[in-house]
């Protein structure tokens, strides 16, 4: 299972988050960012800056763009992603928590949202794809999706579900026919 495991960069990155105040994402926000960027469209080191709304040392950046592509590597080889949360939507620890984890990976998704909802996805599979990590992070207050939030086992089920959806996002953006 992959995990972002290099010490040296994951500290960097932290450090440098802990000195920005309560703006600044949590690491559990920050690897969903970093999962939104391995698996979906992703420019550059500064999308990271772009998307947190906030200037990054290059340091702190090129620390961000490694751990990407380590975890893009990894992926791509097999290796499944591992999230640094319980996958327990219900489950709250302010910024440390799946929904968390949701908002740091839309911060992805918005950033680069035209490519990742194209007129070519007309049977909306993207959205479908997506919805847990919109509906988990609470991010859009549509009724119908507090409807869907009532049903626990299904909004846990979606939960569990996050590392196999980044899977066919991976492959619908980084497969042989992506």
């Not at 600044?24 to 391995?38: I, K, N, Y």
């Not at 929904?99 to 909306?124: I, K, N, P, R, Y």
Request: aromatic letters at 8%; glycine letters at 8%; one cysteine or more.
């Amino acid at each position: 299972m992959t995990a972002i495991a290099n010490p040296q960069l994951k500290d960097t990155i932290t450090r440098y988050f802990a000195d920005q105040g309560e703006e600044a994402p949590s690491w559990v926000e920050t690897h969903g960012l970093l999962c939104a960027f391995a698996v979906g469209p992703y420019q550059g080191p500064a999308d990271f800056g772009e998307a947190l709304e906030m200037p990054l040392p290059e340091t702190v950046a090129a620390a961000l763009d490694e751990l990407r592509a380590r975890l893009l590597t990894d992926t791509l080889a097999g290796e499944r992603i591992t999230l640094p949360c319980l996958l327990d939507p219900y489950q709250e620890d302010d910024g440390n928590d799946l929904a968390s984890w949701c908002a740091g990976f839309l911060s992805g998704v918005f950033l680069h949202e035209q490519q990742w909802f194209t007129e070519d996805d007309e049977d909306d599979t993207m959205a479908n794809w997506l919805l847990p990590m919109i509906l988990i992070s609470g991010v859009d207050e549509d009724p119908e999706l507090d409807e869907v939030w009532r049903d626990e086992k299904l909004v846990r089920q979606m939960g569990r579900g996050i590392p196999d959806v980044l899977e066919e996002i991976l492959l619908h953006f980084q497969g042989p026919e992506g």
